[in-house]
Structure formats: structure tokens, C-alpha cells
T-cell receptor, first 114, second 117 residues
């Protein structure tokens, strides 16, 4: 049981490039989330999904897109990377809407946009 | 909108001693959940403890306990017998729901805890 896994661990992008951050969980959780954490700040929700085929925006969705074709995977797409997207990205999952915040987090992906 | 405030950017404690991290929040709801998460240098977020607002009894998890003051909207974390492995960033978080009922966590900015040997 690997829990929540994220790839890559670290990536440097040039301005205007695109990339996909991968997230997978093997706990059969319906709910999955993407957060970003800027230096010295708490996490902010980018997008979330309540099940395969269903996604919705969080607090800071601009510049990102997501898809959820399977229960296990929840990739985050960055289009036209900007320096403001330099951050650490965390994926998380929970077993239901009533999980009372017991979200299981991945190890994070550090992204640097230059 | 709900907000979570951690007024101590950094704290330090001697090994084996006790330290308390502060958190206050703002909400108009009566039923909610509060959490403390630990983020070690590995950056992974780990749930430390949670408190359900309708429960008057303070939550405890081994060496970790909270002081939940609902009227004051205060939720502090006490770490007893501090260990070197407790060194990390600690985040206070509040659980809210959107119109569709999906849960979302609102995080404070964090407190960096240093444990001195």
C-alpha cells in the first residue's frame, strides 16, 4: 500500500512551458485534491474531485487544469507556466466527503518556473 | 469566509519539555472540525490531531493534546515530552464545506518548531 504518490519530486520549467504533475492513490479514495504551498504560507486548494469524471475549482484554479478519468489518478496540468506558479504542490485524498479532514497527503512536487 | 491565524511563525523547545502552539480561527458556523498537521522536512503533511467542535472534551493523541476554547475560537496544540522528531512545521486547519458538500481545509500559515537537544 503506497498511499498517495506524486511525480516528479522536482522540476524546473521555463516560462511558457507546460507540464503535468502526476498523482496516484491506491486506497480507493473517491475524493482527491490538489494544493499549492508558497514559501512561508499554508496550503491553498487548486482543484478537487469527488469521483471519477467529476472535478471542481478550489480557491486558486487559474493557470491549471485537471482531469479524473480513473479513481486512482488525478493529474494536474500547468499550461503556459509563469513564475507565480513556482511553489510546492501537494496531492491528497480522502475516503469520503465525511472524512472529517483526514486527508492523506503525498510527498509533494517542487516546481520552479524561471 | 473562514480564516485561520497562527500568530507564532517560529517556536523552540528543549528536548523533553512542553511547548504550546497557538491557533485562532474565525467562523460563523456552530459545527465544524479543527486539525493540526505536521510537515517535517520531507514535506509530507501528516495529521497530528483533530477536534470536533460539538465535543467539549479536548482531543488527545499520546504526547499531543489540544486546548479547544470554542467561545474564544482558540485551538492550541500542546506537545509534551518534546522529542527531536517533533521538529517540523505545524499547520492549524479548519474544515469547511462548499455548496455541493465537498469538504475543504483552510490552513493557517504555520509555525516552525525547533527542538533543541
Amino acid at each position: 500500500n503506497a498511499g498517495v504518490t506524486q511525480t516528479p519530486k522536482f522540476r524546473i520549467l521555463k516560462i511558457g512551458q507546460s507540464m503535468t504533475l502526476q498523482c496516484a492513490q491506491d486506497m480507493n479514495h473517491n475524493y482527491m485534491y490538489w494544493y499549492r504551498q508558497d514559501p512561508g504560507m499554508g496550503l491553498k486548494l487548486i482543484y478537487y474531485s469527488v469521483g471519477a469524471g467529476i472535478t471542481d475549482k478550489g480557491e486558486v484554479p487559474n493557470g491549471y487544469n485537471v482531469s479524473r478519468s480513473t479513481t486512482e489518478d488525478f493529474p494536474l496540468r500547468l499550461e503556459l507556466a509563469a513564475p507565480s506558479q513556482t511553489s510546492v504542490y501537494f496531492c491528497a485524498s480522502s475516503y469520503s466527503r465525511w472524512a472529517r479532514g483526514t486527508q492523506y497527503f503525498g510527498p509533494g512536487t517542487r516546481l520552479l518556473v524561471l | 469566509a473562514q480564516t485561520v491565524t497562527q500568530s507564532q511563525p517560529e517556536m523552540s523547545v528543549q528536548e523533553a519539555e512542553t511547548v504550546t502552539l497557538s491557533c485562532t480561527y474565525d467562523t460563523s458556523e456552530s459545527d465544524y472540525y479543527l486539525f493540526w498537521y505536521k510537515q517535517p522536512p520531507s514535506r509530507q503533511m501528516i495529521l497530528v490531531i483533530r477536534q470536533e467542535a460539538y465535543k467539549q472534551q479536548n482531543a488527545t493523541e499520546n504526547r499531543f493534546s489540544v486546548n479547544f476554547q470554542k467561545a474564544a475560537k482558540s485551538f492550541s496544540l500542546k506537545i509534551s515530552d518534546s522529542q527531536l522528531g517533533d521538529a517540523a512545521m505545524y499547520f492549524c486547519a479548519y474544515l469547511t464545506y462548499d455548496e455541493g458538500g465537498s469538504e475543504k481545509l483552510v490552513f493557517g500559515k504555520g509555525t516552525k518548531l525547533t527542538v533543541n537537544p
